[in-house]
C-alpha cells in the first residue's frame, strides 16, 4: 500500500505568505492607489476559501482524482500569484519610502480596471525611476487581471465543496523538560539492557586481535541507538574510538576525514585520493586497541573500502557496523565476526516506552484508556520509533478522550491487515505527520532540503522558515521567535532527533532527520512539488520542463574533468525560491533565479571551488544567503533589500560594505573572524544579531555607534588583545561599557579574544566591573576575552544565565556565593583564574549551585577548590584545566560530596602567550595517577579522562 497523499501541507507553504501580502497591499500604504484595494480584496476572499477548504483536505484519508488535480492546480496557482505580487511590489518599491509610494507608483497602478493613465504633472518622472518601461506596468496590469481569471476559473470548480473556517492561535512553545531523559529512556534504555550488556562483554573479550559485530535489524528498531549506548557504556576502555555514519550514498572522503577529526588528525581535501586517508589512519591505528562504530551499512560494495582503513594489530580492537540488510551483515562479519539481530520490543517494554511519553510514567494511565492503549501498541509491533510516534502523538492532543484515541486506533486497523511491516511503519509516521498543526507541516517538509545523517543546525532551520514565508508574527513574538517555538514543537512531537550540544544540560544545537521520516518527507514533497534533492546529473523530478521550487544539490560536478562547466541538472528553474549547494561544484549562474528568497552554500567535504556572487544584486527577492568556504561578494549589496540573514562567518574573508545600511530589514549579520566593526555600523537599527567582528584597538567610533542596536538580541565581539594604547585604554573600555548598557535585549553576550589562542587577553580590571544592572534577559555570557579583578557585582542581576564563563584575577569566597546562591537558573559555569586563590575556595550545601551540571575549572592550584557535603548536588561534569608545571600536584577536596559525579577531565591550560604546554609522558602519568585515584575512590565511580588542552571556548551561536 502506497501512504496515503491526502494533506496539502505544501500548500501551507505557499498560501500563508500570500495571504499575508495580500494583507499588506490593503494596508494603509497602499490603499490610496487607484483601483488596487478591490482587486486584491477579491483575490483575499477567494483565496482564504480556498485556504478553508485545503485545510478541510488536510485530515481526509483519500481523495478522489478530481480533488488531487484541484489540489495540485490551487498549489501550483498560489506560487505564481506569489511571484506575481513579489515582482509587482519590487517594481513598486518599499511601502515606507521617504519619496512616497503613492506618487511613485499611481502611473502603473492607476487602472487596474481600464487601463488608463494617470496625466497629473510630474508623477510620470518620478514613476519611471522605480519601473522600468511603460510595457513593464502594462505587463503588471496584465498579471493582476490573469490572476483574478484563473481565481475565478478555480473558484467555479470547487462549488460542489464545503468549506469548514478553523482558526488557529500561536502560542509560545518552549522544548518538553522531559526530552532530554526521553530522548535517552525512550530510545537507548527501555528493553536494551540485556542486549547491551551482551555487546559489552563482547567488546571487552581479548581473545581475538581484531572482532567485528554486525546489528541487524529493520529501521526504528534502535540499532544506532545500541551501537551508540555501547560506544558510551565501554568507548573510555580503547586507547581510542569513533562514530561515523555511512548512509545509503557514501562520500569516502568526507566518511574518513571525520575519522581523522575523531582521532584529532588534519583532513584531506576533496580531490585527494581515498587511499591518502585510508593510509594515515592505519598508520594511527596501528599500535592502538580502538573501537569503531560504522552505522547505517547499506552495501558490501563500502564495506570493502571503509575496512580497509582498519589494520588487525592484535590489540583486540573491536569494529560495529549497524545495517538494515542481512546479507551485508553476515558478509561483513565472515569468518572473524557475529551477528547480533535486534528485536522489537517486548510488550511491557513496548508499555513503559509508550506511557512514558505520553503520562510521564508507566503507571499514570487512566483505566479508561487501557483498552485503546493496547490496541495502538500491539499495531506498532514493538518498533521504538513507531511507538515514540505515537506516543508524542497522543501526547500532544489537546485532549486525552477514549473516543479521540479509538478513532486513532480504528484508523490503524484498516491499514494494518493485508501490507507489509514497512508499509505499516511507514503508515504509523504518515498518521503522526497528518496531525501535526497545520503550521508545522511546510516547516517539516523543508527538512527534506538536507541529506540523510546531516547535522542540521537549530538557527539555520529558523532562519531560513522566516525566509520562506512559513512563519510570520504573532501574538507579540517576531517571526524568529514564532520560529523557535515551531522548532520546539516538532522536538517534542519526536519528530525531529535533537542534537544536544551538552548533553546533561539540554542545551539543543540543532537535529537530525530519521531516515525513515526522511523518505516520508521525500514522497510528500515530490507528489506537491514542494522540493527536490539532487545527487546525481539529470535527475530533477524526472522532467526538464518541470517547474522546481526549491532545490539542493548534493556533491554533484558541475565541471568535466577538463574544468568546463556543464550543466548536470535538469528542470525549469525560473520560479526557483531556495537553493542550497552542499559539497557540489555546480556553480549556476544566479541571473536564472529572479524569485530566488534562499541561497545557502556550503564547499563541505574540502570542495575546491570558488562560487562567485558578482551578480547577486538582481536578487531582488532574496531574503537569507549563507556561505561556507570560497566565497567572493560584490562590494556592493545595494539590490538586496528584502535580505533578512547575511551568515559569512564560514567564509574566508569579507569586506563589509557601505551598502549594509541601506538594507532596512537586516535582522542577523554574521562575519569571519578578522572582519572589522565598521563605524557606521549603529545605522543598521534592525539587527537582532551580530556575530564575529573585531573591534579595533584604536578607535571608538564602531564602539560606541554599539549602543543604537537596541534590538540586538545576540552579541559576540573579538576583544584586542594588544595594541591598546595605555593612556587610551581606560576611555575605550568605558565606551564599550557605554554601549553594553544600552543594550538591554540581549540574550546572548560573547566577549573573545582576537588572538588565534586567546592568551589572558585586555585586561579590563574593573572598566566593565561598573556596568550598571544590566541585561535581565541574558542567557549566555561568555568573557573569555575579559579578566576581572573580582566577580562583578552585576552578576546577582542575571536572573536568567544558563551558562556563564568568567576569567577573574582572585576570587574569595563571597564571590564563590555570589555566583552559587544568585543565579538560580545556572547550568554550565566555566571560572578561570590567573592566580594561585589566596584563600581556599569552598563549594558548600549553603554555596549554593544547586542547578550546575558543567563546572569547568581553570586555575593552576586545583588543590585549593574543595567540595563540602551539598555541595553541587547535580553535577555531572568536572573539567580540571591547569598547567603542569604549575600544578600543586593533588586533586580537589571533597569529590566525594558530589552524589551525580559522572566525568571526570584533565587538561592543560595554555600560558600567557597561547601556547599550550607540550607533551610529557612524566606528566601524563602523574596527572593520571593522581586523578585516576581520585576518580576511583569514588561512588559513582566517574570516568577519568586526561585531555589534549584547553582551548577557549569559540564564539558560537545557539
Known sequence: MAVVAATVSASMGVMKPILAKLTALVGDEYKKLRGLPEEVNFLKRELTDMDALLERMDGADEL???AKNWRKDIIEMSYNIKDYIDDFMCHVGEPNDKVGILRKASQCLGSFKDHETDDKVGILPKASRYLRSFNDRRRLVNQFQEIKALVIETSERRRRYILDRCIS??????????????????????????????????????????????????GGLGKTTLANELYHEVGGKFHCKAFVSVSQKPEMIGLFNSLLLQFGLGIYPHACQVQDAINNIRGYLQDKRYLIIVDDLWDI????????????????????ITTRIEGVAKACCGNHG?????????????????????????????????????????KCAGLPLAIVTMGSLLACQPTRLEGQWEYIQNSLASKFTTNSDYEDMMYILDLSYKNLPRHLKACFLHLGSYPEDHEIRRVDLVRQWVAEGFVSKSNGQDAWEVAESYFNELINRSM?????????TGLIFGCRVHDMLLELIARRCKEDNFLSLVSRPQAVAGAQDKVVRRLTVVGLRGRDNDGKVTKPIAGNFSQLRSLTILGSNWVPSLDEFKFLRVLFLNNFNGVMIV?????????????????????????????????ETLDLSGVSYYSVPSEIVDVP??????????????????????LRTLWGFDLPSDSFQSIISLAKLTALSQLSLYLPSKGVDMLLKATWMDHLSTSLNKLRNLKQLTLLCSQPFGSVALCVDDALSLLSPPFSNLELLDMTGCTFSRVP?????LQNICRLTIGVKQILQEDVAIIGTRLPSLLRLSLRLTCIPMERIVIGGTTGFSTVKFFQFNCDGISYLAFEAGAMPKLQELELNFDPNKWDKAAPGGLQHLPSLKKIRAARSFDDRGYCWTHDKSEDALIKAVLQEAADALLTRPAFTLGQGWLPRPTYED
Open 64 to 66: 478522489d482524482p478530481q
Open 169 to 218: 492561535i500561536t502560542t509560545p512553545v518552549v522544548v518538553d523538560p522531559r526530552m532530554s531523559a526521553l530522548y535517552k529512556d525512550s530510545t537507548s534504555l527501555v528493553g536494551i539492557d540485556a542486549q547491551k550488556d551482551e555487546l559489552a562483554n563482547w567488546a571487552m573479550d581479548k581473545w581475538k586481535p581484531l572482532t567485528l559485530m554486525a546489528i541487524v535489524g529493520f
Open 301 to 320: 560494495k563500502a564495506w570493502n573500502t571503509i575496512c580497509c582503513a582498519f589494520p588487525h594489530n592484535n590489540q583486540h580492537s573491536k569494529v560495529v
Open 338 to 378: 557475529s551477528v547480533h539481530t535486534m528485536k522489537p520490543l517486548s510488550e511491557a517494554d513496548s508499555r513503559k516506552l509508550f506511557f512514558y511519553r505520553v503520562f510521564g510514567s508507566e503507571d499514570a494511565c487512566p483505566s479508561e484508556l487501557s483498552k485503546v492503549s493496547y490496541e495502538i501498541l500491539k
Open 496 to 504: 525531529l532527533q535533537p542534537i544536544y550540544r551538552e548533553h546533561i
Open 611 to 643: 562560487f562567485d556572487l558578482s551578480s547577486i544584486n538582481n536578487l531582488s527577492h532574496l531574503k537569507y544567503l549563507k556561505g561556507q568556504g570560497n566565497i567572493e561578494m560584490p562590494s556592493k549589496i545595494q539590490g538586496l533589500r528584502l535580505l
Open 665 to 686: 530589514h537586516l535582522s542577523h549579520f554574521l562575519v569571519p573572524r578578522g572582519t572589522w566593526l565598521p563605524n557606521w555600523i549603529g545605522k543598521v537599527k534592525s
Open 793 to 797: 557585582r552585576w552578576i546577582i542581576h
